[in-house]
């Protein structure tokens, strides 16, 4: 059965500038799986646990986020502060019985580069691997 | 501040299996100040529960409020802006808000989010410790202000056991014994001797043992 995930992408406005000088379909053209949603961000320090949640609850399959390097961060210790939610989150979802991999967090390079289309593109292929997230209820 | 932190999911989730509509509660209180209960918590706990119920294949509503406390009365009656909306209330609160809740609401089912720990405090961000249990009789003018009866592992008030090793505690090498803290406390305080006074034989009866207790304070009352 062939499935297309839903995935979104929490983008802080550093990690994701090349969404903005070449648009979807420049970044379409550099290899961004359309399962992925970009939601830009002004720091990913600013997202909540409740935010990551909220995601899962709207259907998505499978979250992550991209903030700075963890010690190279424009705003300190935004993206360190993201790490630790996406944490949380990672536990809530073993909780619920969830595979915790469906949420990550990745440490990417500021500005133009190809680690940015390639986190995409793990989480693509993770998520399709995963099949379909049991929290949309769908297997019942 | 009383410290509290949320029981696992799937208890809560078996509290709830029945419900279909939730009131999910929160304290601006100490579980606000200890990250276990306040709106943000409320937020969280909420998702949470419409996940795992969805996973489950069942719907719920939930609506998610908070009161500025759940230990006065005053507060608990504003539980009424709801009424009528929900079929039983999981309150973020510490026990101390449950009760409230159970005292006040004879009718409304409650049921708690959190497992209430100790009275403590947050020594760094994200970290909590005990530091008094409200034992009624307190002895910290004593004991250097460090208190024997909730951060010594066996309670005792006259000293160390045989147990204490570098300053840690024999129950566990990460725990400080507070009576060797103690000691070198009232040293920099200049007032070791102090270690020399017996404390006479305790009565616990403040301390709980004499049955739940009551502070009334006549110059308060109307
Ligand atoms: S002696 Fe009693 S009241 Fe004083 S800090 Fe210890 S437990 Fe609390
Ligand atoms: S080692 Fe110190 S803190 Fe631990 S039980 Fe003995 S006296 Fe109490």
């Known amino acids: 059965m062939s499935f297309t995930p839903d995935i979104q992408a929490f ?19 550099d290899g961004l799986p359309d399962s ?7 720091c990913t320090g600013k997202l909540q646990v409740s935010a990551l949640l909220k995601a899962f609850e709207d259907g998505a399959d499978g979250v992550y986020v991209a903030g700075c390097p963890a010690d190279e961060c424009h705003n300190m210790k935004g993206s360190k502060r993201a790490a630790k939610r996406v944490q949380a989150v990672k536990r809530a979802l073993k909780e619920l019985g969830v595979e915790p991999e469906r949420v990550e967090m990745y440490h990417l390079p500021r500005g133009f580069h190809m680690e940015f289309v390639e986190a995409a593109q793990e989480m693509d292929k993770r998520i399709k691997d995963l099949g379909p997230c049991p929290l949309k209820g769908e297997n019942k | 501040m009383i410290v509290a932190e949320r029981k696992p999911i799937d208890e809560i989730l078996g509290m709830v299996q029945d419900a279909e509509r939730i009131l999910v509660l929160g304290c601006r209180g100490c579980v606000t100040v200890c990250s276990a209960g306040g709106e943000r918590e409320v937020e969280i706990l909420a998702s949470l ?9 069942k719907q ?7 009161l500025v406390r759940q230990c006065d009365k005053e507060y608990i009656d504003g539980i009424d802006q709801w009424q009528g909306r929900y079929d039983i209330i999981i309150s973020t609160a510490c026990g101390v808000g449950v009760n409230f809740i159970a005292n006040l609401r004879p009718t409304d089912r409650v049921y708690p989010a959190l497992n209430t720990s100790f009275l403590g405090g947050s020594p760094e961000q994200g970290v909590w410790t005990e530091q008094c249990a409200g034992c009624g009789n307190c002895v910290l003018h004593l004991t250097g202000g460090l208190c024997p009866v909730a951060r010594c592992a066996k309670s005792l008030m006259n000293g160390p056991c045989g147990g204490s090793v570098n300053g840690k505690c024999e129950i566990n090498p990460q725990v400080e014994c507070v009576w060797q803290s103690i000691h070198d406390r009232l040293g920099r305080l200049d007032n070791q001797e102090m270690m020399n006074d017996i404390m006479p034989i305790r009565d616990w009866s403040t301390a709980g043992h004499g049955g739940p207790r009551k502070t009334l304070r006549d110059d308060l009352t109307i």
């Open chain 1, 36 to 42: 992925v949603t970009l939601n830009r961000l002004v």
């Open chain 2, 60 to 66: 719920v509503e939930i609506i998610e409020g908070s």
């Open chain 2, 49 to 57: 529960i419409r996940l795992g119920m969805k996973k489950q294949g």
């Open chain 1, 11 to 29: 983008c802080c406005h550093y990690t994701s500038q090349q969404t903005v000088a070449e648009g979807r379909e420049g970044l379409k053209n």
